[in-house]
């Protein structure tokens, strides 16, 4: 099945299984309830059951991704999961998709810098089949040549794409400058030299190596009680290998504090990213810094980037900031689109907001409203399987336990003025930030 086909099969799940998601509207994140099922055999998933429609939305994760890909293997785990759909067991791929189609289920893998994985979402009355197309994509993916290749050329094509995209290019060179010399700082989905000599056996040891039960998270959504998934997950799971490859990276620091980096490209407006040091997702700061960033950059027409940068001066047509946690580092990140002829200015002024609000932090009243806002909305990330079941896998993934939920606001309310200035002051260093910019900015020079 081509790309397309893939596409607008997806786009056809999502009208027939959208009513699976109307069924999560509660008005507190404490009316979703969480139980732990372990199967037989050890397999350990979180659930949520709802019977209000017959569908069952299941998202699972491997812990380790491509940072682990070896140098010269770069796009390897983007790869494997762009082709384990691509037939499994003795049906090659028109048969699978064929079945995943005629049956209405969405089977998908993906793949990051931290982990590897997948989610499926089929009715409750395609179930079986549904599970066991999921085992054989885990267990036995063919990667037959003819859809490798068509992969292949389907992956190239948009690496050759984004050669000419401002934000892919300032992106991945801000990465590469964040982190010369880790995995972090190679392109997650490869480059044009590493995808053409990835081969069928290297796909077949990925699997064989990064794939087991001692690095699988599970959450599960749906029209399914705790025993019944207790033997669906040794049935689809229980043929994995028993234990991984190790998926420990080295931590990183990132690196260029204080670059201005310029990529010269003939377009009528640049394209901004910039980021320095910041928390990682268990750091005891890091609720602080979230409401933070919900001040200074992440809330949409709210931030003080927003308002100063967009809104009093007209400067750009967006500005944003936001946290962005890895495993092994931490960084505050953000980005700005605009003319060409004003990025000068708007550097100078995210600067100068960057200082102020290191050294005068923020407001009681910006507090309360950040607060007010960062509860209240919560309940609304609630609205549909898919999305319950993927945090129930990212707060496995980030170990904050199964409460986590039931405590998450009060965490966010129990933030002082006094935490959040003090982790702005350490955090929001405006010497320390790294600029990477693509366009013709006018009186805009890259720094050493």
Do not use: C
């Not at 997948?118 to 089949?129: D, I, P, Q, S």
């Not at 190239?156 to 060179?173: C, F, M, V, W």
């Not at 400067?315 to 980005?335: E, F, Q, T, W």
């Amino acid at each position: 099945m081509t790309f397309i086909s893939k596409t607008l099969v997806a786009l056809s799940l999502v009208g027939v299984l959208f009513v699976g998601g109307a069924a999560f509207l509660p008005t507190a994140a404490q009316a979703v309830t969480i139980d732990k099922v372990v199967s037989p055999g050890g397999i350990e998933a979180w659930l949520v059951r709802d019977h209000t429609n017959p569908i069952i939305s299941l998202r699972f994760a491997f812990r380790g991704g491509a940072a682990l890909e070896a140098n010269g293997k770069e796009g390897l785990a983007n790869f494997v999961a762009s082709t384990m759909d691509e037939g499994a067991g003795d049906l090659d791929s028109q048969a699978f998709q064929g079945k995943l189609e005629d049956l209405v289920i969405s089977l998908r893998f993906d793949a990051g810098r931290d982990s590897f994985g997948g989610r499926l979402k089929t009715l409750v009355e395609n179930k079986a089949v549904a599970f066991d197309l999921l085992k054989l994509a885990l267990t036995a993916p063919r990667f037959d040549a003819e859809s490798v290749e068509r992969i292949r050329s389907q992956i190239l094509s948009g690496l050759r794409r984004e050669t000419e995209q401002p934000g892919a290019i300032a992106s991945k060179t801000l990465m590469k400058t964040l982190f010369p010399n880790h995995p972090y700082g190679r392109p997650a989905n490869g480059t044009l030299e590493s995808v053409p000599k990835l081969t069928r056996a290297d796909l077949r040891d990925f699997v064989g190596r990064r794939l087991a039960k001692d690095n699988l998270i599970i959450g599960v959504v749906g029209d399914i009680g705790r025993e019944e998934l207790s033997k669906v997950l040794d049935a689809t799971f229980g043929g994995l290998p028993a234990k991984a490859a190790p998926w420990d990276i080295p931590d990183a620091t990132p690196q260029g504090a204080g670059r201005t980096i310029v990529i010269e490209k003939q377009v009528p407006q640049s394209t901004i990213t910039f980021a320095e040091q910041g928390l990682k997702r268990k750091n005891p700061d890091f609720y602080a810094a979230y409401v933070m960033n919900h001040v200074f950059g992440g809330g949409g027409f709210t931030s003080r980037l927003y308002n100063t940068i967009r809104e009093e001066r007209g400067l750009v047509y967006s500005v944003y900031s936001g946290l962005h946690p890895l495993k092994n580092a931490g960084l505050i990140v953000g980005g700005a689109g605009t003319a060409n002829k004003r990025v000068s200015e708007t550097l100078e002024v995210l600067r100068r907001e960057w200082k102020r609000m290191a050294e005068s932090g923020m407001s009681k009243a910006e507090l309360k409203d950040a607060k007010t806002y960062l509860t209240g909305s919560y309940p609304l990330r609630f609205t549909s399987s898919d999305t319950i079941a993927s945090m129930l896998v990212g707060i496995q993934m980030d170990g904050l336990g199964i409460d986590y939920m039931d405590r998450r606001n009060a965490i966010i309310e129990g933030v002082t003025l006094e935490d959040v200035n003090r982790v702005a002051k350490t955090y929001l260093l405006e010497d320390r930030l790294t600029v990477v910019v693509v366009g013709k900015p006018n009186g805009v020079k890259g720094t050493n």
